[in-house]
């Protein structure tokens, strides 16, 4: 193995690591000492890729709104729901989005942490979604996308949060199911929800669908 | 002043300043000499009153299930949105709901601290409502009220969530108002939202006429 894929290896587990302990006791309580144990690796590896718990928290962050583009449909709003379906999907199984949603929905304590990172960019995806969707008729005629953005992103986190305080988000794709299908009922123009696609196995088609259309990329394997 | 009413009042003045740290620190930072100094009483006073932080956390959770019931309306879906727009308008004034509300958010830690209380009483409040809802053919046929209720639940944590990261709660109303009328629209039967009342002042409507209803309560007035 080439000594560049290793040493990132050896990142990724760290950052991993550091997403799973900020994801069980968030960012006050996490130390770098339980996050070096995590990893598996030693302190002077950890100190050669991060210098610090705030530097990694960011990293987090910022991967966090890494979230693939989903596959482009002819409905607007089909797209639209398959961010939020995606995306849950993936944060079951990615502890670095879960330490980053973690992370975005901490209360700003006195640290200088940007939180604001994965928020910021999923209202603006949900916007841009839902304008066109509004432009194309696919919208009640009252609806404003600015507005309506917000509530989704809003209605997504609260909804996370309470799966991951009931059931360690062991139910998070069927609450994210069932708040798709009312807000969807809600906004769509008559006609649309029918041909609407909210069902429980969506998001691990999209999944499945955004990995056949890329390129294999090289993404180290798990250690 | 009688001293019962006295004591009554520095009680209600710790409980105050321990949510409002709560708030801005979350549990795990919160310390007894931060409240102590916010509430401005003496050590003793403190803890004639209360013997820990985990006893003080625990009571403002248990306040934070005290929201007063609504005045019954014709439509019962119309007292499933006050709820929530009543929850909207207190929590701005009130310390003491938003110190609860951000414990019973909080991801439960290695701490002892029940932080289910406010989540399961306005999960189980949501329901009946529902249910009647239901029966009176005020929901679309399809609708499941007990999948409904935490939709409701959760949508709501994560918009007021939002709302205090954003804004410091300032733009609270406008998003409940905003998710309300979404969430409503889908899963109303034909006809009924025309006739749901979820506009910016109605939380406080519904506040007004409360507490006309109730009887003068001896609720000790600010120090």
């Known amino acids: 193995m080439a000594q560049q ?5 050896t990142r990724r587990a760290i950052l991993t690591a550091a997403a799973e302990i ?24 950890l100190y050669f890729h991060f210098t610090s718990k705030e530097q990694l928290a960011s990293e987090v962050l910022h991967e966090n709104a890494q979230v693939p583009a989903v596959p482009p449909q002819r409905l607007k709003l089909q797209e639209a729901a398959d ?4 995306l849950a999907y993936l944060m079951v199984r990615d502890p670095v989005l879960r330490g980053g949603v973690r992370l975005a929905l901490e209360y700003v304590g006195q640290d200088k942490l940007d939180r604001s990172v994965p928020f910021q960019d999923w209202a603006e995806e949900s916007l841009r979604l839902l304008e066109l969707a509004k432009s194309a008729g696919e919208l009640q005629p009252h609806i404003d996308p600015g507005e309506l ?5 809003g209605a997504f986190a609260g909804t996370q949060l309470m799966s991951h305080a ?17 807000l969807l009922a809600g906004i769509a123009a008559p006609g649309v929800m029918a041909e609407l696609d909210v069902t429980g196995d ?17 993404r180290p394997q798990p250690v």
Do not use: H, W
């Not at 900020?22 to 002077?44: P, Q």
């Not at 961010?83 to 995606?86: E, I, N, P, Q």
């Not at 009931?166 to 009312?182: F, I, K, P, Q, W």
């Open 5 to 9: 894929e290793r040493a990132l290896r």
């Open 22 to 45: 900020f994801d069980d006791f968030g960012y006050e309580a996490a130390t770098m000492s339980e996050i070096l144990r995590r990893a598996g690796v030693t302190k002077g590896a």
């Open 83 to 86: 961010r939020g379906l995606l």
């Open 149 to 153: 953005a917000e509530v989704f992103v």
């Open 166 to 182: 009931l059931s360690g988000r062991a139910d998070l794709n069927e609450r994210v199911v069932a708040l798709y299908r009312v």
């Open 202 to 218: 969506r998001g691990a088609r999209v999944e499945k669908a955004i990995r056949a259309l890329r390129p294999a990329v090289a």
